[in-house]
């Protein structure tokens, strides 16, 4: 993570920080749906700012989830004093989920949300929110549609904020996810209309943690069946390889569940398997 000091925020984003403050403070009191990520953490802390007790953070736990984001979301909560609920969620039986289909997103948002937001009423809280922002408007992201059905807020989007808004803000605001790695749910290395299992879930979680713990924070393990295509930028294609050939990271890979091992030669994209996906 880099420590250069972060240049002043322009006007414009400095106006788009004060449009956000202020559509939270209109909210009152807020659930933020809180993974960890880039675009919920500065969502959460900012809430928290301009809120205090009545922000609150929901974080659910279920397959998809790799452990180390729970760790990583608890972790900050915990050192910022913010009220965290962690909700287990047996994403397996979410209707049509473990189908693959090519909206598995809308349904694991329509179910997941609809939780957060009964767990937000019994705390008394009348708004959930989470960190949808305008760059990802540009993506097949059928996710985005359960959240209109459910009147779930986006006010980073509200706001006007994109990607490299928000990445420029937390890093003002000295988030420790300003140069955090962009995630997804680890259902998405999975093809679509391929089962999804607990199983392959784990493997790739387990592989991912290799490829992580190897010094390559940018990465996706896809699953073919048996086969893990490993996508990272194309500057690190070369060491990528020479570190599974030279140390045990192949090995731990291939202990993850997967019998052949593969470096995707067009790189780290994401959602790559989105591109034959007609939106």
Known sequence: MSTDTPSPLSAELSKKHEALKEHLIKLGAVAVA??????????LNVAADVLGDNAVAITARAQMI???????????????????????????????????????C???KSALFARIIDQAARLGIPYV??????????????????????????PLLAA??????????????????????????????????????????????????ALMDAGFPQI??????????????PDQRAALMDALISTDLTKRIHDAGFAYVTVDADGYRTGSLNQN???
């Not at 900050?76 to 009220?83: D, E, S």
């Not at 996706?220 to 930028?233: K, N, Q, Y």
């Open 129 to 154: 929110a989470e960190g949808a922002n305008t760059s990802d408007l540009g993506d097949y992201r059928p996710g985005l549609k359960a959240l209109g059905e459910l009147k779930v807020d986006s």
């Open 160 to 209: 006007g904020l994109s990607k490299a808004d928000v990445r420029a803000l937390s890093r003002k605001l000295s988030l420790p996810t300003w140069d955090k790695p962009s995630y997804a749910c680890l259902a998405s290395r999975i093809p679509y209309n391929e089962a999804i299992t607990a199983e392959k879930l784990r493997s790739v979680e387990h592989a991912e943690d």
């Open 220 to 233: 996706r393990c896809r699953a073919h069946g048996d086969l893990a295509r490993i996508e990272v930028a």
């Open 106 to 108: 809308y349904l694991c």
């Open 66 to 104: 790799p452990a180390r984001e729970i760790r990583e979301a608890s972790d900050f909560c915990a050192k910022r004093g913010i009220r965290h609920v962690v909700m287990d969620v047996d994403a397996l039986t979410i209707p049509g989920f473990a189908d693959n289909p090519t909206d598995r």
């Open 277 to 279: 996906v007609p939106v």
């Open 34 to 43: 809180f993974s960890g990520g880039v675009d919920s953490t500065l969502l």
